[in-house]
């Protein structure tokens, strides 16, 4: 990695804090994304009432997909603002992506995220996708939100998907880490009075240490293999860790990356960042083995 391309996109976003009306940061966040590659096919499609995208990358494999929710704190973020990420995270895989737009707070408030994205992958199980062809991924409010969602899926006795894919996320409502203020100098994308009142919005009058709003509270067993990407410069790093520990000790088979001087969601990021692109190039690789061995386990 170049130290220079870290450097120059920190400076770049501290230039341009997120801020203002909660319209303003809704146009600001879609307003970051980096424009989708024209060889990915993206389709409109009505996932049992959830507002969906499809995603085809060239030679992909139409029957394996990766249902993808995005971050953005649960009030913030689109289609708009992840459709380049989940083209280019369907390109590393060689499979398709759904991209769900699921409601937003303070307009929707808790659980209806979590109902939205379990809406949509049964979608998918009734559209012929074999479970263990599925792998749920999400960043940040959406890594947090793909935990979430597994529990749930899990705790209604549905099928469960291969895997779950978290890029730095969001799993402590509360933001309780220690991470929280000993590395909220060096993110320029997160901090804990950004943070904070997200999770109040979202969580409305419900409990804000549910195990599918806040899944560092839940009981894991059960869950399918989850791979979980963090930058070492995230003030939301704690979150991940906690995760990766709970997930250990409930008998969860899980893969902790820490990714050297990386903030939040660096992903979003790969035009100008070398490790973004490598950091989803190792999930595709994952997703693929991933793939591989649920092949392996049917034969």
């Known amino acids: 990695m170049s130290t220079s391309e870290i450097e120059g996109l920190i400076t770049q976003l501290k230039a341009n804090p997120l801020g203002g009306t909660l319209e303003e940061m809704r146009a600001q966040f879609d307003g970051m994304a980096s424009p989708v590659a024209d060889d990915v096919d993206v389709k409109a499609v009505d996932a049992a009432g959830v507002p ?7 030679g992909a494999d139409t029957t394996r997909i990766i249902m993808y929710v995005h ?12 459709r380049a990420l989940v083209a280019e995270l369907a390109r590393a895989a060689g499979c398709q992506a759904l ?46 939100l793909t935990v979430g969602t597994l529990v749930g899926l899990r ?22 880490g220690e991470t929280y203020q000993t590395r909220k100098d060096i993110d320029p994308m997160v901090s804990y009075d950004l943070i904070a009142p997200m ?32 930058g070492s410069a995230e003030t939301l790093y704690s979150d991940s860790e906690t995760l990766t520990n709970n997930a250990k000790a409930a008998g969860v088979e899980v893969i902790l990356e820490e990714w050297q001087d990386m903030i939040h969601v660096w992903h979003l990021f790969f035009p100008q960042l070398t490790d973004a692109r490598k950091a989803i190039s190792r999930i595709g690789e994952y997703v693929k083995e991933i793939g591989r061995a649920s092949c392996r386990e049917r034969v």
Do not use: F, M
């Open 52 to 58: 969906c995208e499809l995603h085809t990358p060239p």
């Open 155 to 176: 705790d209604g006795e549905h099928p469960l998907p291969a895997a779950g894919v978290c890029i730095s996320p969001w799993a402590d409502l509360e933001a309780t």
């Open 71 to 82: 971050g953005g704190g649960y009030l913030i973020g689109s289609l708009n603002s992840h």
């Open 99 to 144: 991209a769900v737009d699921y409601r937003l707070a303070p307009e929707h408030v808790y659980p209806a995220a979590v109902d939205d994205s379990i809406c949509a992958y049964l979608w998918l199980l009734n559209q012929g996708y074999s479970a263990e062809n599925i792998v749920i991924a999400g960043d940040s409010a959406g890594g947090g």
């Open 199 to 230: 999770g109040k919005a979202y969580i409305g009058a419900g409990d804000i240490q549910s195990p599918t709003a806040s899944p560092i509270h839940a009981d894991l067993a059960g869950l399918p293999p989850l791979l979980i990407q963090v």
